[in-house]
């Protein structure tokens, strides 16, 4: 897809008229193949959750909720966070964290390849946003300013009384939600009906301090 031909014309369309509706859209990219997910739920996830709790929370981070997350009463959710995952390095710390010197290289490359994949629809998505607001002239600095982190969750431990995640709106600039084998993630829309998106799909979210950023510029102009 070209940016300004008549397809992202027409997919930008759809993008904003989700996003005015719901605030969130499903999204299908090609370049996140059945084969990569398998990598990343059935081989690196599962490394990744079997290693001991105290392994796990050296994942620390002085920003909240950037780090481990997890031993939550009465809350079935555990979840460590990789910061600036759609570069090598960044996996590579991550992954000597967790394994040591060595690291883990299938792991590294996996996530890796997954993080550059969602990193480049993120960008094409802010891009579809701020044409459709008239603000594309500040894509560059706004993607210059932003940092990426893969946040690897897994629901439903222990009991199956627990709850995973309280309702609640994300604060971050925008987020996508890779599901694997359980519908876990719903969505409100405006009528108040809760949608749950498919299980085969990308649900993108736009963030409040996304439309923050926009109405500070747009005043600015």
């Known amino acids: 897809m070209i940016t300004g031909d008549d397809k992202w014309a027409e997919i930008r369309a759809l993008v904003w008229a989700a996003v005015e509706i719901h605030g969130c859209f499903e999204a299908e990219y090609d370049k996140v193949t059945p084969k990569l997910r398998d990598a990343l739920f059935g081989k690196c996830m599962k490394e990744l959750f079997e290693l001991p709790s105290e392994i796990k929370m ?3 981070s002085n920003k909240p909720y950037h780090g481990y997350i997890g031993n939550i009463p009465c809350r079935a959710y555990e979840s460590l ?45 802010r891009r579809m946003i ?3 607001l008239g603000m594309a002239k500040y894509y560059d600095e706004c993607i210059k300013s932003t940092a990426y982190g893969l946040r690897l969750s897994e629901y439903g431990i222990g009991s199956t ?14 987020a996508m939600v890779c599901q694997h084998g359980v519908e876990g993630l719903e969505v409100q829309a405006k009528d108040g009906r809760w949608l749950t998106p498919s299980l085969n799909s990308l649900t993108v ?17």
């Open 58 to 60: 050296k994942n620390t």
């Open 81 to 125: 966070n990789v910061d600036n995952a759609n570069e090598s390095e960044g996996v590579e710390e991550f992954s000597a964290l967790m394994w040591g010197d060595k690291g883990n290289p299938s792991f590294c490359n996996t996530i890796f390849t997954f993080s550059k994949h969602i990193a480049e629809l993120e960008q094409m998505v």
């Open 130 to 132: 701020l044409e459709s």
């Open 161 to 174: 009384n627990n709850i995973g995640m309280q309702s609640h709106r994300d604060s971050i600039i925008l």
């Open 205 to 221: 979210i736009i963030g409040e301090a996304f439309w923050v950023c926009v109405l500070v510029t747009y005043y600015q102009l």
